[in-house]
Each structure stands twice: as structure tokens, then as C-alpha cells.
């Protein structure tokens, strides 16, 4: 069923707290038509400008979600995380209402199984996710960091100096550091592919992709 959802299908976010009102606005932006509730009136008006329909309603009542329509979405967040007993009833109430594709954010690991074992498809820890994220980037070298389920990961981050001045075959990046460049960016330009005849220099910024351990390596090198 979740395969046969289409890419541009309308989505319901529920709370428009930090996490849900920049899913909201980010899916507005990407031209997805959104369905902002929220119990909170003035967050409502707040946001009834900035996403295609918001609307003041307590997603704990299955009535109401029912009222709203909500049953008609195949994606679904529920974005709510200050209260676990709200996040896990609302969760609910999207299983119960049949929704293929359930996104739900936990606060904690446990809160995460319970809303796992109810029925969400997909479990966001946004707080955890940047805490991991800020400890790679803190390192200095690093200014963005992508890290997938299997331990690969991608990152922005500015070329060590074993690898400057030569080309990517020279420095044997894939083979001495078991990592692969995969864009470079100079100074005034837009970010092109990287070839093993593309020269790195100290200015440049670069992608690179590889395991999480193997690109820490690469980004101390001196």
C-alpha cells in the first residue's frame, strides 16, 4: 500500500510546535498541499497563511479527526512530542482511521517503541538526530553531516591537507582513506561532480561519502 502512495499526495501534520510547523512549512515549499491542525488557536492563525489549509482541532478525538477528513490522507505526522500520552493516542487514531503511512516523532527511545509497536511507520527523534549530528560537526572540519541507517554516511566538509594541491587519483582518496569525493565546490562556483582528475585545493569545499568511522579518519587527517 505504501508503495503505491503518490510522491506529491497531500499530507496531514498534526502539532505546530518547532518540529511540526517546519515539516509543515518545508512541505508548503516543496508544493505539497498540507493540512496543518492544531489545538492551539493562535498557532492555527499563525499558520493558516503559510500552508494550504490549517485548522483548530484536538487530534485526540478520533471524531474529530474523522470531521476534518483526515481519514482521506495517505501520509500523516504527527508532530506532537511534549506529551507522550498525546503523541501515542494520536498515533492511534491514525492506525485506527487506516492511514498507510504514518510518520510520528518520539522524545525517547521508549516513546518510540510504543509508537513503533501501535502502528507508526516511521519514528523521528529530531533531538537525538541533532545532538548526533553537532557532536560530527564540532570537530572543526565537517559543516554538514548526513548519516544513513547502515552506518554511510555524507558530509560537507573542507579538504584535509594530505589531499590538496593533487588530484583526486594521486592522492588515492578511495584507496589510502577508503572514502569517495563525490563533488567539489571553489570559491564563486556552483558544486560540480568530482572526477579522478579533479585537483582539490585549500579553498574548495567537498562531498564526500563513506562509513561514519572512515570519514572521521579522513576529516583528521593533518
Known amino acids: ?22 515539516t509543515a512549512g518545508q ?10 491542525v492544531d489545538d492551539d488557536e493562535a498557532l492555527v492563525q499563525k499558520w493558516a497563511e503559510r500552508v494550504t489549509h490549517a485548522v483548530v482541532a484536538d487530534a485526540r478525538s478520533l471524531d474529530a479527526l ?9 501520509i500523516a505526522v504527527c508532530a506532537v512530542g511534549s506529551s507522550v500520552e498525546a503523541s501515542v493516542l494520536i498515533t492511534a487514531n491514525l492506525v485506527d482511521l487506516k492511514i498507510p503511512q504514518i510518520w510520528a516523532k518520539a522524545i525517547s527511545s521508549s ?24 557532536a560530527h560537526l564540532v570537530s572543526g572540519r565537517m559543516i554538514d553531516f548526513i548519516e544513513f541507517d547502515d552506518d554511510f554516511a ?29 563533488g567539489v565546490k571553489s570559491p ?35
Open 188 to 222: 564563486g562556483k556552483p558544486f560540480t561532480y568530482a572526477t579522478e582528475k579533479t585537483v582539490v585545493s585549500t579553498h574548495d569545499l567537498i562531498i564526500v561519502s563513506g562509513t561514519e568511522s572512515d570519514i572521521e579518519k579522513f576529516a583528521a587527517l593533518e
Open 66 to 74: 474523522k470531521q476534518i477528513g483526515a481519514q482521506e490522507f495517505s
Open 111 to 134: 516513546h518510540g517503541k510504543i509508537l513503533e509497536r501501535i502502528g507508526a511507520n516511521h519514528v523521528i527523534y529530531p533531538e537525538r538526530e541533532a545532538g548526533e549530528r553537532t
Open 154 to 182: 555524507l558530509v560537507k566538509m573542507y579538504p584535509p591537507k594530505p589531499i590538496r594541491g593533487k588530484n583526486l587519483a594521486e592522492s588515492g582518496v578511495r584507496t589510502r582513506h577508503n572514502v569517495t569525493v563525490v
Open 27 to 36: 512541505l508548503d515549499r516543496l508544493g505539497r498541499e498540507v493540512l496543518a
Open 1 to 22: 500500500m505504501v508503495d503505491r502512495i503518490k510522491h506529491d499526495a497531500p499530507v496531514l501534520v498534526i502539532g505546530l510546535g518547532r518540529f511540526g510547523a517546519a
